[in-house]
Protein backbone atom coordinates (compact mmCIF):
# COMPACT_ATOMS: atom_id res chain seq x y z
CA UNK A 1 0.00 0.00 0.00
CA UNK A 2 2.51 2.66 1.18
CA UNK A 3 3.98 2.34 -2.71
CA UNK A 4 0.87 3.79 -4.42
CA UNK A 5 0.82 6.73 -1.95
CA UNK A 6 3.43 8.96 -4.34
CA UNK A 7 1.24 8.44 -7.12
CA UNK A 8 -1.71 9.73 -5.27
CA UNK A 9 -0.40 12.63 -4.20
CA UNK A 10 0.66 13.45 -7.62
CA UNK A 11 -3.06 12.46 -8.87
CA UNK A 12 -4.58 14.59 -5.97
CA UNK A 13 -1.89 17.61 -7.19
CA UNK A 14 -3.16 17.71 -10.87
CA UNK A 15 -6.56 17.76 -10.02
CA UNK A 16 -6.32 20.51 -7.49
CA UNK A 17 -4.37 22.49 -10.38
CA UNK A 18 -6.79 21.49 -12.44
CA UNK A 19 -9.75 22.85 -10.54
CA UNK A 20 -7.21 26.72 -9.95
CA UNK A 21 -7.40 26.33 -13.77
CA UNK A 22 -11.07 26.18 -13.60
CA UNK A 23 -11.97 29.03 -11.61
CA UNK A 24 -9.43 31.38 -13.44
CA UNK A 25 -11.22 30.67 -16.48
CA UNK A 26 -14.54 31.93 -15.12
CA UNK A 27 -12.73 35.11 -13.84
CA UNK A 28 -11.63 35.39 -17.28
CA UNK A 29 -7.90 33.75 -17.87
CA UNK A 30 -7.72 32.34 -21.45
CA UNK A 31 -3.55 31.44 -21.58
CA UNK A 32 -2.84 35.37 -22.76
CA UNK A 33 -0.16 36.36 -25.12
CA UNK A 34 -0.03 39.95 -24.70
CA UNK A 35 2.63 39.94 -22.84
CA UNK A 36 5.91 41.63 -24.07
CA UNK A 37 9.08 41.26 -22.09
CA UNK A 38 11.31 44.75 -22.20
CA UNK A 39 14.37 42.93 -19.98
CA UNK A 40 16.10 39.69 -20.42
CA UNK A 41 17.25 38.35 -16.75
CA UNK A 42 20.84 37.61 -17.72
CA UNK A 43 20.73 41.34 -19.31
CA UNK A 44 19.33 42.65 -15.36
CA UNK A 45 22.05 40.24 -13.30
CA UNK A 46 24.69 41.01 -15.51
CA UNK A 47 23.84 45.15 -15.55
CA UNK A 48 22.98 45.55 -12.06
CA UNK A 49 24.97 43.16 -10.31
CA UNK A 50 27.50 45.23 -8.60
CA UNK A 51 25.49 48.32 -7.90
CA UNK A 52 24.56 49.47 -3.99
CA UNK A 53 21.32 49.36 -2.59
CA UNK A 54 21.31 53.24 -2.74
CA UNK A 55 22.34 53.63 -6.62
CA UNK A 56 19.37 51.07 -7.18
CA UNK A 57 17.07 52.71 -4.77
CA UNK A 58 18.02 56.36 -7.03
CA UNK A 59 17.76 54.65 -10.48
CA UNK A 60 13.82 53.61 -9.91
CA UNK A 61 14.49 51.78 -12.96
CA UNK A 62 11.37 49.75 -14.32
CA UNK A 63 11.64 46.44 -16.13
CA UNK A 64 9.34 43.95 -17.65
CA UNK A 65 10.42 40.19 -17.05
CA UNK A 66 9.06 36.90 -17.61
CA UNK A 67 9.68 33.09 -16.51
CA UNK A 68 8.80 29.94 -14.93
CA UNK A 69 8.28 30.02 -11.45
CA UNK A 70 10.47 27.53 -10.02
CA UNK A 71 11.00 28.60 -6.18
CA UNK A 72 7.94 30.31 -3.91
CA UNK A 73 7.75 30.97 0.08
CA UNK A 74 5.32 32.70 2.10
CA UNK A 75 6.58 35.15 4.70
CA UNK A 76 3.55 37.41 6.85
CA UNK A 77 2.40 39.80 3.74
CA UNK A 78 5.40 39.30 1.42
CA UNK A 79 5.25 36.17 -1.19
CA UNK A 80 9.08 35.92 -2.57
CA UNK A 81 9.15 33.67 -6.01
CA UNK A 82 11.89 32.64 -8.01
CA UNK A 83 11.67 32.58 -11.87
CA UNK A 84 13.95 31.01 -14.26
CA UNK A 85 14.06 32.19 -18.14
CA UNK A 86 16.76 30.67 -20.63
CA UNK A 87 18.87 29.01 -17.28
CA UNK A 88 19.27 32.40 -15.14
CA UNK A 89 17.10 33.12 -11.80
CA UNK A 90 15.77 36.52 -10.24
CA UNK A 91 13.93 36.71 -7.36
CA UNK A 92 10.86 38.43 -7.11
CA UNK A 93 9.46 40.25 -3.87
CA UNK A 94 5.31 40.81 -3.87
CA UNK A 95 4.13 43.42 -1.08
CA UNK A 96 0.47 42.70 -0.41
CA UNK A 97 -0.53 45.86 0.75
CA UNK A 98 0.52 46.75 -3.48
CA UNK A 99 -2.77 44.53 -4.54
CA UNK A 100 -6.66 44.63 -3.57
CA UNK A 101 -6.79 41.46 -1.00
CA UNK A 102 -9.11 39.53 -3.53
CA UNK A 103 -6.06 39.39 -6.17
CA UNK A 104 -3.66 38.57 -3.99
CA UNK A 105 -5.85 35.83 -2.15
CA UNK A 106 -7.61 34.98 -6.08
CA UNK A 107 -4.45 35.06 -8.07
CA UNK A 108 -0.80 35.56 -6.42
CA UNK A 109 -1.27 33.28 -3.29
CA UNK A 110 -2.50 30.64 -5.95
CA UNK A 111 0.50 30.95 -8.23
CA UNK A 112 2.10 27.17 -8.09
CA UNK A 113 5.54 25.90 -9.37
CA UNK A 114 5.70 25.65 -12.51
CA UNK A 115 3.49 28.26 -13.76
CA UNK A 116 4.63 31.13 -16.17
CA UNK A 117 4.34 34.68 -15.28
CA UNK A 118 5.05 38.29 -16.38
CA UNK A 119 6.50 41.11 -13.78
CA UNK A 120 6.46 44.49 -14.24
CA UNK A 121 8.41 45.83 -11.29
CA UNK A 122 11.75 47.96 -10.15
CA UNK A 123 14.98 46.59 -9.86
CA UNK A 124 16.32 46.47 -6.11
CA UNK A 125 18.53 44.78 -3.44
CA UNK A 126 17.14 43.67 -0.71
CA UNK A 127 18.83 43.27 3.21
CA UNK A 128 20.79 40.37 2.53
CA UNK A 129 22.17 41.55 -1.02
CA UNK A 130 19.97 39.80 -3.11
CA UNK A 131 19.45 41.66 -6.78
CA UNK A 132 15.79 40.93 -7.18
CA UNK A 133 12.81 42.67 -8.27
CA UNK A 134 9.62 44.62 -6.10
CA UNK A 135 6.81 43.53 -8.22
CA UNK A 136 4.21 46.24 -9.13
CA UNK A 137 2.14 44.34 -12.03
CA UNK A 138 1.90 40.15 -11.98
CA UNK A 139 0.61 38.14 -15.10
CA UNK A 140 -0.10 34.47 -15.38
CA UNK A 141 0.55 33.62 -18.83
CA UNK A 142 0.48 29.61 -18.29
CA UNK A 143 -0.57 27.40 -15.93
CA UNK A 144 0.94 24.64 -14.88
CA UNK A 145 -1.19 21.32 -14.45
CA UNK A 146 1.96 19.41 -13.19
CA UNK A 147 4.47 19.66 -10.99
CA UNK A 148 8.03 19.94 -11.30
CA UNK A 149 11.00 17.88 -9.83
CA UNK A 150 12.54 19.43 -7.04
CA UNK A 151 14.61 21.98 -7.58
CA UNK A 152 16.82 21.32 -5.31
CA UNK A 153 17.48 17.81 -6.04
CA UNK A 154 17.00 17.82 -9.62
CA UNK A 155 15.32 15.44 -11.88
CA UNK A 156 17.93 12.11 -11.02
CA UNK A 157 16.07 9.51 -13.27
CA UNK A 158 18.61 8.58 -16.06
CA UNK A 159 15.78 7.35 -18.54
CA UNK A 160 12.96 9.81 -17.63
CA UNK A 161 15.97 12.56 -18.64
CA UNK A 162 16.27 11.05 -21.72
CA UNK A 163 12.07 10.26 -22.00
CA UNK A 164 11.22 13.85 -20.77
CA UNK A 165 13.47 15.84 -22.25
CA UNK A 166 11.70 18.97 -20.91
CA UNK A 167 11.77 18.79 -17.35
CA UNK A 168 15.59 17.30 -17.16
CA UNK A 169 15.86 21.09 -18.70
CA UNK A 170 13.60 22.61 -16.36
CA UNK A 171 15.33 21.36 -13.10
CA UNK A 172 18.88 20.50 -14.59
CA UNK A 173 21.10 23.62 -14.97
CA UNK A 174 23.98 21.39 -16.41
CA UNK A 175 22.03 19.86 -19.44
CA UNK A 176 20.73 23.56 -20.74
CA UNK A 177 24.88 24.48 -20.00
CA UNK A 178 25.58 20.81 -22.23
CA UNK A 179 22.92 22.04 -24.89
CA UNK A 180 23.72 25.34 -25.00
CA UNK A 181 27.69 23.85 -25.37
CA UNK A 182 26.76 21.73 -28.20
CA UNK A 183 25.56 24.68 -30.14
CA UNK A 184 28.49 26.64 -29.45
CA UNK A 185 30.70 23.80 -30.88
CA UNK A 186 28.86 23.25 -34.07
CA UNK A 187 28.77 27.24 -35.03
CA UNK A 188 32.35 26.85 -34.12
CA UNK A 189 33.04 24.14 -36.75
CA UNK A 190 30.73 26.16 -39.47
CA UNK A 191 33.12 28.98 -38.45
CA UNK A 192 36.36 27.23 -38.63
CA UNK A 193 35.41 25.61 -42.58
CA UNK A 194 34.46 29.02 -43.83
CA UNK A 195 37.76 30.50 -42.87
CA UNK A 196 39.08 27.33 -44.29
CA UNK A 197 37.14 28.10 -47.72
CA UNK A 198 35.18 25.33 -47.26
CA UNK A 199 31.50 25.47 -48.90
CA UNK A 200 28.58 23.98 -46.79
CA UNK A 201 25.98 22.05 -49.26
CA UNK A 202 22.94 20.03 -48.32
CA UNK A 203 22.18 16.53 -50.19
CA UNK A 204 19.56 14.01 -49.78
CA UNK A 205 18.08 12.54 -47.15
CA UNK A 206 16.48 9.57 -48.90
CA UNK A 207 17.52 7.82 -51.18
CA UNK A 208 16.87 5.35 -53.70
CA UNK A 209 19.81 3.38 -53.11
CA UNK A 210 21.54 3.27 -49.55
CA UNK A 211 25.36 3.87 -49.90
CA UNK A 212 28.63 5.45 -48.49
CA UNK A 213 28.63 3.36 -45.86
CA UNK A 214 28.55 -0.53 -44.68
CA UNK A 215 25.22 0.05 -42.85
CA UNK A 216 21.89 -1.33 -42.52
CA UNK A 217 19.50 1.23 -43.72
CA UNK A 218 15.71 2.24 -42.87
CA UNK A 219 13.15 1.50 -45.46
CA UNK A 220 10.28 3.70 -46.33
CA UNK A 221 8.18 3.91 -49.14
CA UNK A 222 7.35 6.86 -51.49
CA UNK A 223 3.67 6.65 -52.78
CA UNK A 224 3.73 9.20 -55.22
CA UNK A 225 6.65 6.86 -57.13
CA UNK A 226 5.70 3.68 -55.96
CA UNK A 227 9.37 3.14 -55.00
CA UNK A 228 11.10 1.64 -52.04
CA UNK A 229 13.36 4.85 -50.71
CA UNK A 230 16.10 4.16 -47.92
CA UNK A 231 16.74 6.87 -45.39
CA UNK A 232 20.60 7.84 -46.16
CA UNK A 233 23.30 6.15 -44.03
CA UNK A 234 25.86 8.29 -45.42
CA UNK A 235 25.69 11.80 -48.20
CA UNK A 236 29.31 10.54 -49.33
CA UNK A 237 27.74 9.40 -52.62
CA UNK A 238 26.56 12.47 -53.27
CA UNK A 239 29.09 14.83 -52.17
CA UNK A 240 31.90 12.86 -54.34
CA UNK A 241 29.15 14.09 -57.41
CA UNK A 242 29.41 17.62 -56.40
CA UNK A 243 33.09 17.19 -56.36
CA UNK A 244 32.66 15.73 -59.87
CA UNK A 245 30.44 18.53 -60.76
CA UNK A 246 32.91 21.30 -59.92
CA UNK A 247 32.84 22.35 -56.26
CA UNK A 248 36.38 22.03 -54.86
CA UNK A 249 36.28 22.32 -51.06
CA UNK A 250 32.71 21.34 -49.59
CA UNK A 251 30.75 20.11 -46.31
CA UNK A 252 27.17 19.07 -44.87
CA UNK A 253 26.19 18.90 -40.89
CA UNK A 254 23.49 16.71 -40.83
CA UNK A 255 21.67 14.00 -39.99
CA UNK A 256 22.62 9.85 -40.79
CA UNK A 257 20.00 7.11 -40.31
CA UNK A 258 21.25 3.41 -39.47
CA UNK A 259 19.40 0.44 -38.52
CA UNK A 260 21.43 -0.73 -36.15
CA UNK A 261 21.66 -1.25 -32.07
CA UNK A 262 21.52 1.25 -29.27
CA UNK A 263 24.27 1.85 -27.18
CA UNK A 264 26.22 4.29 -25.09
CA UNK A 265 27.92 5.26 -28.51
CA UNK A 266 25.54 4.51 -31.04
CA UNK A 267 21.55 6.02 -32.32
CA UNK A 268 20.28 5.11 -34.76
CA UNK A 269 19.85 9.00 -36.17
CA UNK A 270 22.97 10.60 -35.36
CA UNK A 271 24.64 13.85 -36.50
CA UNK A 272 27.76 13.74 -39.10
CA UNK A 273 30.03 16.29 -40.92
CA UNK A 274 31.25 15.10 -44.16
CA UNK A 275 34.36 16.88 -45.70
CA UNK A 276 35.35 16.43 -49.56
CA UNK A 277 38.79 18.06 -50.28
CA UNK A 278 39.48 18.36 -54.28
CA UNK A 279 43.22 17.79 -55.16
CA UNK A 280 44.13 16.49 -51.66
CA UNK A 281 44.82 13.11 -50.09
CA UNK A 282 44.24 11.69 -46.88
CA UNK A 283 47.41 13.29 -45.32
CA UNK A 284 46.02 16.79 -45.78
CA UNK A 285 42.59 15.99 -44.59
CA UNK A 286 44.55 14.58 -41.46
CA UNK A 287 46.52 17.70 -41.42
CA UNK A 288 43.02 19.71 -41.78
CA UNK A 289 41.71 17.41 -39.22
CA UNK A 290 44.39 17.93 -36.39
CA UNK A 291 44.04 22.21 -37.11
CA UNK A 292 40.24 22.14 -36.37
CA UNK A 293 40.61 20.12 -33.19
CA UNK A 294 43.26 22.36 -32.16
CA UNK A 295 40.83 25.24 -32.77
CA UNK A 296 38.06 23.54 -31.27
CA UNK A 297 40.07 22.73 -27.91
CA UNK A 298 41.90 26.42 -28.25
CA UNK A 299 38.54 28.15 -28.81
CA UNK A 300 36.75 26.38 -25.92
CA UNK A 301 38.97 25.25 -23.36
CA UNK A 302 41.83 28.12 -23.98
CA UNK A 303 44.30 25.02 -23.61
CA UNK A 304 45.66 22.26 -25.40
CA UNK A 305 44.18 19.37 -22.88
CA UNK A 306 41.20 18.82 -21.66
CA UNK A 307 39.72 16.73 -19.04
CA UNK A 308 37.69 13.37 -20.16
CA UNK A 309 36.24 11.31 -17.61
CA UNK A 310 39.71 10.78 -15.42
CA UNK A 311 41.71 11.33 -18.27
CA UNK A 312 43.84 14.51 -19.40
CA UNK A 313 44.10 14.59 -23.02
CA UNK A 314 46.28 16.56 -24.90
CA UNK A 315 45.82 17.90 -28.71
CA UNK A 316 49.04 19.27 -28.63
CA UNK A 317 50.95 19.21 -32.06
CA UNK A 318 51.07 16.83 -34.05
CA UNK A 319 49.04 14.57 -32.88
CA UNK A 320 50.46 11.11 -32.44
CA UNK A 321 50.22 8.22 -35.48
CA UNK A 322 50.15 5.04 -35.75
CA UNK A 323 49.11 1.94 -38.28
CA UNK A 324 46.75 -0.41 -37.35
CA UNK A 325 49.06 -3.37 -37.05
CA UNK A 326 51.50 -1.16 -34.84
CA UNK A 327 48.16 -0.22 -32.30
CA UNK A 328 47.79 -3.85 -32.19
CA UNK A 329 50.91 -5.03 -31.07
CA UNK A 330 51.76 -2.29 -29.04
CA UNK A 331 48.35 -2.68 -26.76
CA UNK A 332 48.19 -6.17 -26.75
CA UNK A 333 51.56 -7.86 -25.58
CA UNK A 334 50.82 -11.21 -26.54
CA UNK A 335 50.43 -10.88 -30.00
CA UNK A 336 53.63 -10.96 -32.26
CA UNK A 337 54.52 -9.60 -35.94
CA UNK A 338 54.14 -13.45 -36.88
CA UNK A 339 50.74 -13.86 -35.65
CA UNK A 340 49.52 -11.18 -38.00
CA UNK A 341 51.03 -12.25 -41.38
CA UNK A 342 48.97 -14.81 -42.64
CA UNK A 343 44.95 -15.84 -42.65
CA UNK A 344 45.75 -19.13 -40.55
CA UNK A 345 48.08 -17.14 -37.98
CA UNK A 346 45.87 -14.59 -37.64
CA UNK A 347 43.32 -16.76 -37.12
CA UNK A 348 44.66 -18.80 -34.32
CA UNK A 349 45.44 -15.72 -32.27
CA UNK A 350 41.80 -14.44 -32.68
CA UNK A 351 40.78 -17.66 -31.24
CA UNK A 352 43.26 -17.08 -28.46
CA UNK A 353 41.41 -14.10 -28.12
CA UNK A 354 38.18 -15.59 -28.29
CA UNK A 355 36.55 -13.65 -31.41
CA UNK A 356 34.64 -15.20 -33.76
CA UNK A 357 36.32 -15.25 -37.23
CA UNK A 358 33.11 -17.25 -39.00
CA UNK A 359 32.38 -13.79 -41.54
CA UNK A 360 36.13 -12.82 -41.34
CA UNK A 361 37.43 -14.89 -44.20
CA UNK A 362 40.32 -12.44 -45.38
CA UNK A 363 43.86 -11.52 -43.52
CA UNK A 364 42.27 -7.89 -43.72
CA UNK A 365 39.23 -8.56 -41.75
CA UNK A 366 40.52 -11.18 -39.32
CA UNK A 367 43.10 -7.89 -38.75
CA UNK A 368 40.27 -5.59 -38.45
CA UNK A 369 38.26 -7.71 -35.96
CA UNK A 370 41.20 -7.75 -33.64
CA UNK A 371 41.70 -4.25 -33.94
CA UNK A 372 38.04 -2.81 -33.75
CA UNK A 373 37.15 -5.95 -30.37
CA UNK A 374 40.96 -5.86 -28.83
CA UNK A 375 42.38 -2.31 -28.97
CA UNK A 376 40.32 0.52 -29.71
CA UNK A 377 38.97 0.85 -26.27
CA UNK A 378 43.01 1.07 -25.24
CA UNK A 379 43.95 4.63 -27.36
CA UNK A 380 43.06 7.01 -24.69
CA UNK A 381 45.21 10.00 -26.12
CA UNK A 382 44.09 11.62 -29.50
CA UNK A 383 45.36 9.33 -32.18
CA UNK A 384 45.25 8.76 -36.19
CA UNK A 385 45.08 5.40 -37.11
CA UNK A 386 46.60 4.46 -40.48
CA UNK A 387 46.81 1.73 -43.07
CA UNK A 388 43.35 0.29 -43.11
CA UNK A 389 43.08 -3.21 -45.21
CA UNK A 390 41.59 -2.80 -48.53
CA UNK A 391 39.20 -5.65 -47.47
CA UNK A 392 37.01 -2.77 -45.04
CA UNK A 393 37.58 -0.11 -46.99
CA UNK A 394 35.87 -0.49 -50.33
CA UNK A 395 35.43 3.35 -51.34
CA UNK A 396 38.94 4.22 -50.11
CA UNK A 397 41.99 4.81 -53.00
CA UNK A 398 44.38 1.23 -52.46
CA UNK A 399 47.67 2.77 -51.20
CA UNK A 400 50.42 2.99 -53.83
CA UNK A 401 53.14 1.12 -52.57
CA UNK A 402 51.37 -1.67 -50.74
CA UNK A 403 47.66 -2.97 -52.74
CA UNK A 404 46.46 -4.83 -49.75
CA UNK A 405 45.99 -1.60 -47.80
CA UNK A 406 44.31 1.67 -47.94
CA UNK A 407 44.73 5.25 -48.17
CA UNK A 408 42.77 5.86 -44.87
CA UNK A 409 42.79 6.86 -41.21
CA UNK A 410 40.55 7.02 -38.38
CA UNK A 411 40.82 9.51 -35.14
CA UNK A 412 40.13 8.12 -31.85
CA UNK A 413 40.05 9.82 -28.86
CA UNK A 414 39.09 7.88 -25.34
CA UNK A 415 38.86 4.68 -27.22
CA UNK A 416 35.89 6.39 -29.15
CA UNK A 417 36.04 6.10 -33.31
CA UNK A 418 35.25 10.47 -33.79
CA UNK A 419 36.21 10.94 -37.28
CA UNK A 420 36.98 8.39 -40.33
CA UNK A 421 38.86 10.03 -43.45
CA UNK A 422 40.72 8.73 -46.48
CA UNK A 423 41.71 9.02 -49.91
CA UNK A 424 38.67 8.99 -52.79
CA UNK A 425 38.75 5.85 -54.58
CA UNK A 426 38.41 7.41 -58.42
CA UNK A 427 38.61 4.54 -60.21
CA UNK A 428 35.08 3.40 -61.75
CA UNK A 429 36.13 0.26 -62.84
CA UNK A 430 37.71 -0.22 -59.21
CA UNK A 431 34.95 1.01 -57.06
CA UNK A 432 32.30 -1.16 -59.12
CA UNK A 433 34.50 -4.12 -58.87
CA UNK A 434 34.28 -3.37 -54.90
CA UNK A 435 30.80 -2.29 -55.00
CA UNK A 436 29.72 -6.07 -56.40
CA UNK A 437 32.20 -7.33 -53.38
CA UNK A 438 29.93 -5.91 -51.38
CA UNK A 439 26.99 -7.23 -52.59
CA UNK A 440 29.00 -10.74 -53.30
CA UNK A 441 29.27 -10.80 -49.07
CA UNK A 442 25.43 -10.72 -48.87
CA UNK A 443 25.37 -7.23 -46.69
CA UNK A 444 21.79 -6.63 -47.19
CA UNK A 445 19.98 -9.59 -48.61
CA UNK A 446 17.42 -9.20 -45.53
CA UNK A 447 16.20 -5.62 -47.00
CA UNK A 448 15.71 -6.67 -50.68
CA UNK A 449 15.98 -9.84 -53.27
CA UNK A 450 16.83 -7.11 -55.71
CA UNK A 451 19.21 -4.89 -53.54
CA UNK A 452 21.63 -3.39 -56.62
CA UNK A 453 24.90 -1.09 -55.96
CA UNK A 454 24.53 2.79 -57.31
CA UNK A 455 25.07 2.94 -60.71
CA UNK A 456 24.69 6.11 -61.75
CA UNK A 457 27.66 6.67 -59.20
CA UNK A 458 29.90 4.53 -60.74
CA UNK A 459 28.52 6.81 -64.55
CA UNK A 460 29.42 10.09 -62.29
CA UNK A 461 32.99 8.42 -61.37
CA UNK A 462 33.10 7.86 -65.26
CA UNK A 463 33.22 11.40 -65.66
CA UNK A 464 36.27 12.18 -63.73
CA UNK A 465 36.34 12.31 -60.19
CA UNK A 466 40.01 14.17 -59.31
CA UNK A 467 42.47 13.38 -56.44
CA UNK A 468 40.04 13.83 -53.54
CA UNK A 469 39.99 13.49 -49.78
CA UNK A 470 37.42 13.02 -47.81
CA UNK A 471 36.34 12.99 -43.91
CA UNK A 472 33.42 11.90 -41.67
CA UNK A 473 33.07 13.24 -38.29
CA UNK A 474 30.61 12.39 -35.84
CA UNK A 475 29.39 15.30 -33.93
CA UNK A 476 27.36 13.35 -31.33
CA UNK A 477 30.57 11.53 -29.79
CA UNK A 478 32.29 15.01 -29.90
CA UNK A 479 30.28 17.02 -28.38
CA UNK A 480 30.32 13.91 -25.78
CA UNK A 481 33.81 14.60 -25.26
CA UNK A 482 34.27 18.18 -24.88
CA UNK A 483 31.83 18.48 -23.05
CA UNK A 484 32.66 15.40 -20.75
CA UNK A 485 29.73 13.06 -20.75
CA UNK A 486 30.23 9.27 -21.16
CA UNK A 487 26.84 8.54 -23.15
CA UNK A 488 25.64 10.27 -26.39
CA UNK A 489 22.34 10.08 -25.17
CA UNK A 490 23.46 13.53 -22.74
CA UNK A 491 24.37 15.23 -25.62
CA UNK A 492 20.83 14.21 -28.16
CA UNK A 493 18.06 16.04 -26.59
CA UNK A 494 16.22 13.38 -27.76
CA UNK A 495 17.96 10.45 -28.11
CA UNK A 496 15.74 6.97 -29.29
CA UNK A 497 14.87 4.32 -26.66
CA UNK A 498 13.50 1.46 -25.96
CA UNK A 499 9.47 1.01 -25.52
CA UNK A 500 8.65 2.06 -22.07
CA UNK A 501 7.24 -1.75 -21.12
Known amino acids: MPKIIPYIKKKNEINTRKNKLLQLRKLGFNFPNTFNYTNKIQEILNTYKNHTKYDLNQLDRIVKISGRIIKKRILG ?3 FLVITNNNYEIQIYIKSNLFTESYYFTYIIELDLGDIIGVKGTIFKTNTLELSIYCQKIYLLTKSLRSLPDKYQGLKNQEIKYRKRYLDLISNTNSIKIFK ?9 RSFMKKKDFLEVETPMMHPIPGGANAKPFTTYHNSLSETMYLRVAPELYLKRLIIGGFDKIFEINRNFRNEGLSTQHNPEFTMMEIYDAYSNYIDMMSLLEDLFIFLIKKNFNSHTIKYDNYQLNFKKPIKKMTMIEAILKFNKNIQPSDLNTVENAKKIAKKLYLDTKLSNSLGEIIYLIFEKK ?7 PTFITE ?9 RTNTTNKKITERFEFFIAGYEIANGFSELNDPEEQKKRFKLQLAQKKYTNIS ?7 DYITALEHGLPPTSGLGIG ?3 L ?3 LTNQKSIKDVILFPILKKKQ
Open 181 to 189: KRSIIISNI
Open 449 to 455: KNFYYDE
Open 388 to 396: YPIEISPLA
Open 77 to 79: KAT
Open 375 to 381: TEKKIIN
Open 479 to 481: IMI
Open 475 to 477: IDR
